[in-house]
């Protein structure tokens, strides 16, 4: 166990809706970064947080949006779901410039 | 264009079998390479490394970096079949940006 807790862990929707993923970090962790996980592939950055400003981002377009709160817990929102954005949500939890990072269990997000 | 390049991409073993798995990289400001190991959903922690030419061990695993031919590799003895999982090779940016490679699939039979 990392200490790192997502919710929910499955989640189902339809194309167009939107959607909130929610992370509570590691404690003492003040980083929180999200990656996408689509089957047989490995994680992709998406973006991070740290001190509730993102402090980074990968190629994924606006729709895909987030946060960060005083207590380091953050969350992810996909705008306009599309088919694709079906995968494993993982967020993981760090000290700033320390490297390791924890993962929580994942989001699993199917789009229909 | 940073990328991370894992080899083999799958790897069926018995119990008891040596395996070695490859990580190569290309990444602008590298500050470190770290191993993870994914069973189910949550990847988990094996090994950082940042230096050159010094192994870290865990057990029956090991790994060890080359910063100067752009590579690492994991060493997984003795293989039991607790050991089957993809396993993840990761660069750090100093951006703590983390680029990962696509796994390596490993499956140990008994």
């Known amino acids: 166990e990392t200490g790192v807790t997502q919710s929910p862990t499955h989640l189902i929707k339809t194309r167009g809706q939107q959607v909130t993923l929610r992370c509570s970090s590691q404690s003492g962790h003040n980083t929180v970064s999200w990656y996408q996980q689509a089957l047989g592939q490995g994680p992709q950055f998406i973006f991070q947080?740290?001190?509730?400003?993102?402090?980074g981002r990968g190629n994924f377009p606006p729709r895909f949006s987030g946060l960060q709160f005083p207590n380091y817990s953050s969350e992810l929102n996909v705008n306009a779901l599309e088919l694709d954005d079906s995968a494993l949500y993982l967020c993981?939890?760090?000290?700033?410039?320390?490297?390791?990072?924890?993962f929580g269990q994942g989001t699993r997000l199917t789009v229909v | 264009e940073d990328k991370v390049v894992q080899s083999p991409l799958s790897l069926v073993v018995h119990e008891g079998d040596t395996v070695t798995l490859n990580c190569s990289y290309e990444?602008?400001?590298?500050?470190?390479l770290l191993w993870y190991k994914q069973e189910k959903k949550a990847p988990t922690f094996l090994f950082m490394l940042t230096s050159s030419g010094i192994e870290k061990k865990s057990g029956r695993l090991s790994s060890i970096l080359d910063k100067k031919e752009l590579f690492s590799i994991l060493n997984i003895t003795a293989t039991q079949t607790g050991d089957s999982a993809i396993y993840l090779c990761?660069?750090?940016?100093?951006?703590?940006?983390?680029?990962f490679g696509t796994g390596t699939r490993l499956q140990v039979f008994p």
């Open positions: 947080y740290y001190r509730e400003e993102e402090n």
């Open positions: 993981a939890s760090s000290l700033v410039r320390q490297g390791e990072a924890f």
């Open positions: 990444v602008t400001n590298f500050r470190s």
């Open positions: 990761a660069v750090e940016r100093d951006t703590d940006k983390l680029i």
